[in-house]
């Protein structure tokens, strides 16, 4: 029996990493020991995820601080992950995506040779400030990780360009998928109830915003607020925000647009009601990673409030455009979607780029391989999507 530790510690890497470990646990569990340790470098957003797939961790680091800075929840993480580490003694470390956790994850298991799976590896924009810090956080855990799992044939091919090993990369789509379509089926076949949104109008158009990234906070934050307090002014519509816990977010976001009465700021939500809302929205405005990953699978328009993306490929399907943080062009391009009927079919075309649901067996797949023979042998496993 293989030892797996997989670390994880925000809310996207909870989301996409508790279907591989119930699945490991599950289907795969003759093969594989699996352990997990949480830095909760989220603690509020990390434990309602916990509480959703019913991922209960071996290990919880509990280092999140209110306004922590990037150096602090580092060290903490590094200090703390050496520990268990040296007591779990697993064969392999697994981690995901580009959070600092991710990073602090891959480092430690480096420092005490034990090889690193990096899954959603290969993500890209070039530019070491864009995002901040999360594209120096995924080149460096690519550059210690021994086995690379890429969500598309775009990832794996920066990989390749970047001198990884073909037989080191194993394309699997994202586990954001797998997580996303489980709970859509849950949703459909009436096991898990849907939601009720008392105060939703269903005479009006719904706009979902979400939004953290570094690089907007002061000015950019400002500026996406009056966009949306320009927006809420529009009587076809009204806006729902999740705010995200971090002062920098709460602060602009609860000054600027408490007080409108067609912007409704709420709570982060539970995943389970999210992707519910998700489906249920017109537009979808936001920052984030894993919500341009899901839009095309729900066959929702996404526009994205920052100047790149590492997530080309919604981009080629025509769900997702960038339109930074500027007041004109966001409030022009939510205007132009509702009002274009043509224009926002189009967008609306339900794509899969990012994965068919199977990550996760592509992954078990691939750890036996490596185990098995030191290498992924690509051809040995079915490809993805
Ligand atoms: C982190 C990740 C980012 C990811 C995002 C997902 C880094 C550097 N950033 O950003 O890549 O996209 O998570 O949401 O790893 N807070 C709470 N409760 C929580 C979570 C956060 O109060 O459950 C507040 C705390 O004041 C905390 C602050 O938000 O200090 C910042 O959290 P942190 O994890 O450092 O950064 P995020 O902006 O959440
Ligand atoms: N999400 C959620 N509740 C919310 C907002 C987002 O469950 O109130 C989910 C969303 O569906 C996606 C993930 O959280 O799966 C994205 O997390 P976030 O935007 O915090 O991080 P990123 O993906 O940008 O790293």
């Known amino acids: 029996m293989r030892r797996l530790l997989i670390v994880f510690g925000t809310r996207p890497e909870a989301i996409k990493l508790s279907p591989l470990v ?31 797939f019913d991922v209960t961790p071996d290990h919880d680091l509990d280092v999140m601080m209110p306004g922590q800075t990037l150096g602090e929840v580092s060290s903490r993480m590094l200090a703390a992950l050496e ?22 994850g891959a480092l430690a298991a480096f420092y005490q040779r034990i090889p690193v799976a990096h899954v959603e590896a290969g993500l890209r924009t070039w530019d070491l400030e864009q995002p901040f810090p999360e594209e120096m956080n995924r080149v460096v855990t690519g550059r210690l990780a021994r086995l690379h799992f890429p969500p598309t044939a775009q990832s794996a091919a920066n990989l390749r360009n970047e001198g990884v090993r073909a037989e080191d990369i194993l394309i ?27 105060f939703l109008d269903p005479g009006r158009k719904l706009l979902l915003i979400t939004g953290h990234r570094r690089e907007s906070f002061g000015d950019g934050f400002l500026r ?43 709570e982060p939500l539970d995943y389970v009601p999210f992707v519910d809302l998700m489906s249920r929205a017109e537009i979808l405005l936001t920052d984030s990673g894993g919500v341009q990953e899901e839009a095309p699978s729900l066959g929702k328009p ?57 990550a996760c067996e592509r992954i078990a797949e691939g750890l036996r391989s490596f185990f098995a023979h030191g290498k992924m042998m690509p051809e040995a496993v079915p490809a993805a999507g």
């Not at 490991?24 to 309602?48: I, M, N, W, Y």
């Not at 927006?231 to 977010?249: C, E, F, M, S, T």
């Not at 996404?302 to 080629?316: F, H």
């Not at 939510?334 to 068919?356: F, I, M, T």
């Open 302 to 358: 996404v526009l994205v409030m920052r100047e790149k993306t590492e997530r080309p490929e919604a981009v080629e399907a025509g769900t997702t455009r960038l339109v930074g943080t500027d007041v004109t062009r966001i409030a022009g391009e939510v205007s132009l979607l509702l009002d274009d009927e043509k224009e926002y079919r189009r967008r609306a075309a339900l794509h899969n780029p990012y994965g068919d649901g199977h």
């Open 22 to 52: 119930l699945f490991l646990r599950g289907q795969a569990s003759k093969e594989f020991v699996v352990r997990t340790c949480v830095t909760a470098q989220h603690r509020g957003l990390l434990d309602q995820v916990l509480a959703t």
């Open 83 to 104: 520990k268990v580490m040296r007591a779990e003694q697993p064969d392999l470390v697994i981690v995901q995506g580009d959070t600092t956790t991710t990073l602090c």
């Open 224 to 266: 996406i607020c009056d966009a949306l307090g320009q927006l809420a002014k529009r009587a076809d519509v009204q806006i729902v925000y999740p705010v995200h816990p971090n002062p920098n977010v709460r602060g602009p976001v609860n000054e600027r647009l408490g007080a409108l009465p067609n912007v409704h700021l709420i």
């Open 172 to 198: 699997t789509g994202n586990t954001g998928i797998d997580a996303l379509f489980y709970i859509l089926r849950q949703l459909e076949s009436g096991r898990l109830a849907r939601p009720e949104w008392p």
